[in-house]
Structure formats: C-alpha cells, structure tokens
Nanobody, 119 residues
Framework: QVQLAESGGGVVQPGGSLILSCAASGNIFSINVLGWYRQAPGKRRELVATLTSGGSVDYAHSVKDRFTIARGKDKNTIYLHMNSVKFEDTAVYSC?????????????WGRGTLVTVSS
C-alpha cells in the first residue's frame, strides 16, 4: 500500500507564491504517477498537475506557466510550486498517486491541504 501526506497550505495574497509538498510512503516502488488535484468550494475535484515515474509532466490549462510540479531529491516527495496565484486558486489541494498492486492499478488521494488566496 501507499500513503500520502501533504503539507504547506495556508493563506497567500494574489500574485504571491506558495509551495506545497507531498511525501509518499509505503510501497513507493509501485508508484507510476504522483500529482496534485484540487477542489474549490462548490466545485468538482480537478487535476492540477501530474508527474510520471518517467519524468513526464502535465498541467491543467488554468495553472500552466504559473505552477510547477517537481520531485524532491529523495524521489519520495513531490512539490507544487505555486506562483502568481489568483483568487480562483483557492481550494483544498490533494496529493494523488497511481500505483500498481498485483493484477490492478489503484488511485489514491491524500487528505488535502487548504490554500486560500486572499488580500
């Protein structure tokens, strides 16, 4: 099994920056994809960014060129560098993992960390 733990949320002003981190533990060698999703109040959960074990990245159009997903030196931690944040970036950000177990692939979301963009 895999466990995910997020940290780094908080209040940030429009135009500011924030860094979220996610530490994966457990059977980390089975992880194919790590990433971030977010859910704003009253809205559906949406993909923010993903990073595959091979190094491929993908971003939501709304955050491209503002957010960067990166892997830490220990390979078990990923970061979301949020720059030029906007009011509409306010959401609960959850770490995401897709990993393999015998005969199937599973998805997991962390408990989430709240990011509030406020002046």
């Amino acid at each position: 099994q895999v466990q995910l733990a997020e940290s780094g949320g908080g209040v940030v002003q429009p135009g500011g920056s924030l860094i979220l981190s996610c530490a994966a533990s457990g059977n980390i060698f089975s992880i194919n994809v790590l990433g971030w999703y977010r859910q704003a109040p009253g809205k559906r959960r949406e993909l923010v960014a993903t990073l595959t074990s091979g190094g491929s990245v993908d971003y939501a159009h709304s955050v491209k060129d503002r957010f960067t997903i990166a892997r830490g030196k220990d390979k078990n931690t990923i970061y979301l560098h949020m720059n030029s944040v906007k009011f509409e970036d306010t959401a609960v950000y959850s770490c995401y993992a897709q990993y393999d177990v015998p005969r199937q692939s599973l998805e997991l979301w962390g408990r989430g960390t709240l990011v509030t963009v406020s002046s």
